[in-house]
């Protein structure tokens, strides 16, 4: 299924997005990289660059088609929610009803909304259940709390599925170290950097510390599952600051703790309790703080080592300070020009044919606008007033003299009116390049929208025509097993399985009365070798899957056993078991599991009509009396068995019985009280012929000597495709 997860770049976001890769989902992630990395998903995915509270989102939902909605984006520190309520405000509300709406329009299945334990407040009711009175203490968890409300109100208009996670104080690997819930991060990146822990207040307010895997396998199982309305997601298990920094001691060097004043928005205790989200969804944290902490910590290590091995290129960048001095002192720098040329022409600088004050002010005017022009406009007239007293004029004239005046408003009307269209022009400029950006931006987005609906045509067509998932391919795996042969059901189950789980390492077994395993049949690939009988008490496995009915998977991958076991069933018994031996680890998921779950029970249900259909044709299909096949249907088992043997080597061999009409039925019972199950007796050419399944001329030799103890006479046929 399609999955989008907002803030997918942040640290929650990216363990969550592995998780529904590694299950086989496609994963689509909008992050405006505020404080997400691109660097922390590593998997496969589809990102756009947007703000969830952007209205380009519609476009983003319409293009691809999501099933569940994840969203994670939020302003999350509570303590700076409280200085800017503003961007808590934009992006925790305004950015979730978008989302909702977005959804809503467009058909999203699932959508969860990750809440926080901060919507409790200061509560003596510890732990806190869902049910517990709520009463948040900053505008973080009121945000929260009221985006709870919008979820629960658009499931009851719109019909939405919406479930809100109220996670406790959630850390792991990726996570920054600023905001509350970053406090394990903080204290980790303190210790490896061997500086005092910073503690705010006397180290005795408690936290509930949940790892960042848990909450993804919480977030996974709901969008999985029917839950919706509101759960808690926690360890259930009070620490202390100050317990957590002993935890730390255990594995790290903690120089010294230093304790400031407590900061505003903190609460005293928090713990809640997850015991809902045990039962309904089956969920239970697998991570104690102890481990959790050793992960995030020898994380945190490997980082640093990765930094220091490999030193980023330093970039100058130019100061602040120095970008607003610079154009002071190149215009100072310009004016001291100036001011030589005018003491190299002795006070001749009007008669000049080019007035160097004139042009410097142009200049300062098309390089630095009004600001710089007017400067230069004024020392300009500074220096027209000094170089008339040098000449002997009372400066006190300047103010009554036409010339003078007309001068000064000269240079004035030039700098200002140059600098005034200089500024005009960089204002036009300016906008017009966010205008640019704003439709590059726009147009990356409608081409990447483009991008993804022309992929989603593409995969469609593909899966009509081709894909194994679509409903030409399961018509015709369905084709393949209709037969009401058992044994052409059996070597067709072979194929379609190599087929839907892209593999070459499929077995079947039968399953004997004895308790044993004989080896039907295999794929046909040389390196796969199995032994063709093994007791079921020599693999407690899969003893347990033909006693329980159902399938196992090798989640310890033990060496020697199938990944995937399944019973095929009939009349309530485990007749056979269908084993995959060899899985890639990225198709080792749910998706994979539930495939071959399904499969094999395809296969049984096929199987069952075909033993119907021999149960039905008794009469027309074993001699009058016997367990004897007529020589109809024992060419259509060695038909089965001659195709089975070209296509998965799949050997067996066939013995002549010496017998006649009249002790044929006494011979038939001796002779079946020794075969095993998956061998068969029948008429051929006049003949009584037992045909031994996955056996060798060696194997036959064996078999004959064991028959001739018991008074039975047989003889190996040559030519067997002659019969066929």
Not at 670 to 680: F, H, I, K, V
């Amino acid at each position: 299924m399609n999955v989008l997860i907002t803030g997918g770049y942040g640290f929650i976001g990216a363990s969550v997005a592995e998780r529904f890769y590694k299950e086989g989902h496609r994963v689509y992630i909008i992050d405006n990289l505020s404080s997400g990395r691109r660097e922390h998903v590593t998997i496969p995915h589809k990102a756009y660059v947007l703000s969830v509270e952007d209205q380009a989102c519609v476009e983003v939902f319409r293009s691809v088609g999501f099933d569940v909605v994840i969203h994670l984006a939020a302003h999350t520190a509570a303590s700076s929610s409280l200085d800017e309520p503003v961007l808590d405000v934009r992006t925790n509300i305004l950015g979730l009803v978008n989302m909702l709406n977005c959804s809503r329009l467009h058909g999203v299945k699932k959508f969860i909304f990750a809440s926080s334990a901060a919507v409790y407040g200061e509560t003596d009711q510890l732990p806190a259940r869902e049910t517990a009175t709520c009463s948040p203490m900053s505008p973080y968890g009121t945000s929260k709390l009221t985006g709870e409300m919008y979820c629960e109100k658009w499931r009851e208009l719109y019909n939405l599925d919406t479930l809100c996670l109220r996670f406790s104080n959630v850390y792991g690997p990726r996570q920054r170290t600023d905001g509350e819930a970053g406090v394990i991060s903080v204290f980790l990146r303190q210790a490896s950097a061997n500086q005092p822990l910073t503690v705010f207040g006397d180290g005795r307010q408690t936290r509930d510390f949940i790892y960042v895997d848990d909450v993804a396998d919480a977030i996974y199982r709901g969008a999985t599952s029917r839950a919706s309305g509101v759960y808690n997601v926690s360890s259930g298990v009070e620490t202390s600051i100050n317990e957590l920094i002993e935890t730390i001691r255990s594995f790290a060097a903690v120089p010294q703790v230093v304790h400031h004043e407590r900061r505003n928005g903190d609460i005293t205790r928090s713990c809640l309790d997850s015991s809902r989200l045990q039962l309904e969804l089956g969920w239970t944290p697998r991570y104690t703080l102890q481990e959790g902490l050793v992960k995030t910590y020898e994380w945190l290590l490997r980082q640093e080592a990765a930094v220091s091995a490999e030193p980023a290129p330093a970039r100058w960048q130019m100061p602040r300070w120095l970008a607003v001095f610079r154009p002071f002192a190149e215009n100072a720098i310009a004016f001291s020009i100036v001011i030589t040329l005018w003491h190299h022409q002795s006070g001749l600088f009007y008669e000049s044919i080019f007035d160097y004050k004139l042009i410097y002010i142009l200049l300062m005017a098309l390089l630095y606008g009004t600001r710089q022009s007017f400067l230069a406009s004024l020392a300009v007239i500074g220096l027209y007033v000094a170089d008339s007293v040098q000449n002997g004029r009372d400066w006190g004239s300047l103010l009554y003299d036409p010339e003078s005046l007309f001068v000064t408003a000269l240079y004035l009307f030039f700098g200002l009116s140059v600098g005034y269209v200089t500024d005009k022009h960089r204002k036009e400029l300016l906008f017009a390049k966010n205008e640019l950006a704003v439709e590059q931006q726009r147009f990356r987005l409608l081409m990447d929208v483009y991008k993804d609906t022309r992929s989603v045509k593409e995969a469609l067509q593909r899966q009509v025509l081709t894909s194994r998932d679509s409903l030409g391919r399961i018509h015709s795996i369905i084709t393949e097993l209709e037969s009401l042969e058992p044994e052409q059901v059996v070597r067709s189950a072979i194929g379609v399985l190599e087929n839907l789980m892209e593999t070459k390492q499929i077995a079947i077994y039968s399953v004997s009365r004895f308790g044993y395993l004989r080896l039907l049949l295999k794929s046909n690939d040389p390196a796969f070798q199995l032994p063709r009988s093994q007791h079921l008490n020599e693999v407690p496995e899969l003893s347990a899957v033909v006693d329980k009915k159902r399938l196992w998977v090798n989640k310890k991958l033990s060496p020697g056993l199938p990944m995937y076991a399944a019973p095929i069933v009939h009349d309530n018994e485990a007749i056979a078991l269908v084993c995959l031996y060899d899985q890639a680890f990225e198709r080792f998921t749910l998706y994979h599991e539930n495939l071959f779950k399904i499969a094999v029970e395809i296969i049984s249900r096929s199987l069952a009509r075909a033993f119907t259909y021999v149960s039905a044709t008794e009469n027309e299909r074993f001699v009058e009396g016997t367990s004897v096949l007529q020589e109809s249907a024992f060419r259509e088992v060695l038909r089965s068995k001659m195709q089975a043997k070209e296509q998965a080597q799949a050997d067996f061999t066939l013995l002549s019985v010496q017998a006649t009409e009249e002790n044929l039925k006494d011979v038939a019972e001796r002779t079946m009280r020794l075969m095993r199950d998956t061998d068969y007796l029948g008429i051929l050419e006049g003949r009584l012929v037992l045909l031994l399944s996955n056996t060798g001329p060696k194997e036959a030799d064996a078999a004959a000597a064991r028959l001739k103890q018991n008074g039975i006479t047989t003889e190996q046929m040559g030519g067997i495709a002659v019969y066929a």
